[in-house]
């Protein structure tokens, strides 16, 4: 498995869990609760048709011989890996600040469910901006 | 730094897909290329100077 799949398939399992786990623990029954469930649910259905979509264009291209990962695909990997573990290890600060002083008063748990999430997308979406808006462009010096 | 893949490319006669299955790429690191939004590796950009039959200095313009 070759370029986006393995993370898009990781993030996906991460955020199936992730949002399971928060919505089997505290199950609420109002109707906030319920929107946001639906809303997750939709979620992880467009990542799982993002998934399809970009499997069937990649298997179109590698007909056509063209490969499915090259130089630049790699170095986007690269620089949105490298973005959001930064912008992660800022979001996990904030997050151990809210636990230690009890802030808003959140369960550990949700803490680090809401942590993997925010990880995922951040993922996500340095992925989608480095690839279709550029951003890749090395100055010279 | 800049490029003439676009100029060269129509003048023989290739399209987007078929330089990047010369040289091994996707079509949208031609694409990414052709906009300078991307400096290949020393490796592609040899490789595309090569289906030019052109030295690298021709195809890709460097600037001080």
Redesign the interface.
């Known amino acids: 498995m070759k370029g986006i799949f393995l993370p898009l398939l990781a993030i996906t399992a991460v955020l199936a869990v992730t949002g399971i786990q928060i919505f089997q623990v505290d199950p609420v029954d109002s109707a906030g609760s319920t929107a946001a469930e639906a809303i997750y649910v939709i979620m992880l259905a467009v990542l799982i048709g993002l998934g399809i979509l970009l499997a069937a264009r990649r298997s179109k291209?590698l007909k056509?011989?063209?490969?499915?990962?090259?130089?630049?695909?790699r170095?986007i990997m690269h620089r949105a890996g490298s973005i959001t573990f930064f912008v992660s290890l800022i979001i996990w600060l904030i997050l151990l600040y809210i636990e230690v002083h009890d802030i808003f008063n959140i369960k550990t748990m949700f803490l680090f469910a809401y942590g993997l999430i925010a990880s995922c997308f951040v993922f996500l979406f340095s992925w989608t901006i480095l690839n279709f808006g550029?951003?890749?462009?090395?100055e010279?010096d | 730094m800049k490029n003439r893949i676009k100029e060269l490319r129509a003048r023989f006669d290739l399209t987007q897909q078929d330089l990047a299955i010369k040289v091994n790429v996707r079509r949208e690191t031609i694409v990414f290329l052709e906009k300078g939004k991307y400096n290949p590796s020393l490796k592609l950009a040899y490789d595309i100077a090569r289906v030019f039959d052109m030295a690298i200095e021709e195809v890709f313009l460097f600037e001080e």
């Not at chain 1, 550029?134 to 090395?138: D, I, M, N, S, Y």
């Open positions: 291209e056509k011989g063209l490969p499915v990962e090259d130089e630049l695909s170095n550029g951003a890749v462009h090395e010279q």
